[in-house]
């Protein structure tokens, strides 16, 4: 039997690493290399989301974050732990910009937004990936997961 696709074992088996959480990269990104490369955010393990009212993210250009409880029990996945893809010209610079935007920060990472509107996304893991190409790895990833998953990541939303 193979790995399930998008848990920590295949992430690794695909060359991630990391998996730090959102808390501890709250605290400091020093061990994310600033090199270009992809990202996934992953919960802890598979199963029901938990969703709050209003989102802990930032106010980006003074836009309220929080969308419809229906609209994220709509996109959840519950068989899988991952949540968001994300490419980056600097990995640490804009997984950074993630979690600070996560933690209520004003950030223009408007991206991943719906991840904030979890419970305990403080307990979310952050894997990442070197790539020279960081946009044509992101896609490959994307095409992957709608693949095996019939839709696009909980958190990977077009505006």
Not at 76 to 101: C, D
Not at 126 to 131: D, H, K, L, Y
Request: glycine content about 12%; aromatic content about 12%; proline content about 8%.
């Amino acid at each position: 039997m193979g790995l399930v696709p998008f848990s920590r074992e295949w992430l690794e088996a695909e060359g991630f690493g990391g998996f730090i959480t959102v808390a501890s990269l709250q605290e400091s990104t020093a061990a994310i290399p600033g090199v270009p490369g992809v990202y996934v955010v992953c919960a802890p393990a598979p199963g029901p989301g938990r969703f709050l009212a209003a989102s802990e993210g930032g106010w980006f250009k003074r836009k309220d974050p929080t969308v419809p409880v229906s609209t994220l029990k709509d996109r959840w996945h519950p068989t899988t732990t991952g949540l968001y893809i994300g490419k980056a010209a600097s990995l640490r610079s804009r997984i950074g910009q993630l979690v600070r935007f996560g933690g209520g920060a004003p950030v223009g990472h408007w991206g991943g937004r719906y991840l904030w509107q979890v419970e305990r996304s403080s307990d979310f893991l952050v894997a990442w990936r070197e790539a020279d190409e960081p946009r044509a790895a992101e896609v490959l990833l994307l095409a992957e997961f709608t693949e095996r998953f019939g839709a696009q990541p909980f958190a990977n939303i077009a505006s």
